[in-house]
């Protein structure tokens, strides 16, 4: 078992807290630089069925919930504050999932969500602009909190399947 308040446990908190605010900036920048500037709707760029076009998304994942901010800005809150308190438990009692690559995660998982709630908190609806036609509009946030947990799904997948290779001990 790994010494929580060692040197390298504070060093790997400064890792999380970089993933996060590189995954707020580059969210919110790109909404700010590449969008602000472009009204509702305006395809910004297009390469085949691929473009960057601005779109306000009132609603949740795929445009459900539309008109609700209010709701879903409760909710992110409710999210964020989940997260945090499941990311403590499991950093105190289950050492065995506190990996370099989950705790990158986790950060970008936050980082994606605190994003996405920075959009609804200040214009009531959040920016997406990546469009590929066939699969509703997103950010960067989006994709991000996506990759953060297809990363801790697929660590708790090579646990699990450890833990089913390693042979019980007997006991004395």
């Known amino acids: 078992?790994?010494?929580v308040d060692s040197p390298l446990a504070r060093w790997w908190g400064g890792v999380l807290a970089l993933s996060f605010l590189l995954v707020v900036t580059a969210d919110q920048l790109t909404k700010n630089l590449l969008v602000r500037s472009y009204d509702e709707g305006e395809v910004i760029w297009q390469l085949g069925f691929f473009r960057l076009v601005h779109v306000h998304n009132t609603g949740a994942a795929f445009g459900i919930f539309q008109g609700h901010s209010s709701v879903l800005k409760i909710a992110a809150i409710v999210g964020i504050v989940v997260l945090l308190v499941m990311g403590f438990v499991?950093?105190?009692?289950i050492p065995a999932?506190?990996?370099?690559?989950n705790i990158?995660?986790?950060?970008?998982i936050l980082g994606g969500m605190v994003g996405n709630l920075i959009d609804r908190c200040r214009w009531g609806y959040?920016?997406?602009f990546i469009d590929f036609r066939v699969w509703p509009a997103f950010n960067i946030a989006d994709s991000v909190v996506t990759i953060g947990v297809v990363i801790i799904?697929?660590?708790l997948l090579r646990l699990t399947i450890t833990?089913?290779?390693?042979?019980?001990e007997k006991a004395d």
């Open 153 to 155: 799904v697929y660590s």
């Open 90 to 93: 499991i950093y105190r009692r």
């Open 163 to 168: 833990e089913m290779r390693t042979p019980p």
């Open 104 to 108: 990158i995660a986790f950060g970008m």
């Open 126 to 128: 959040v920016i997406d």
């Open 97 to 101: 999932l506190v990996s370099r690559l």
């Open 1 to 3: 078992m790994r010494k």
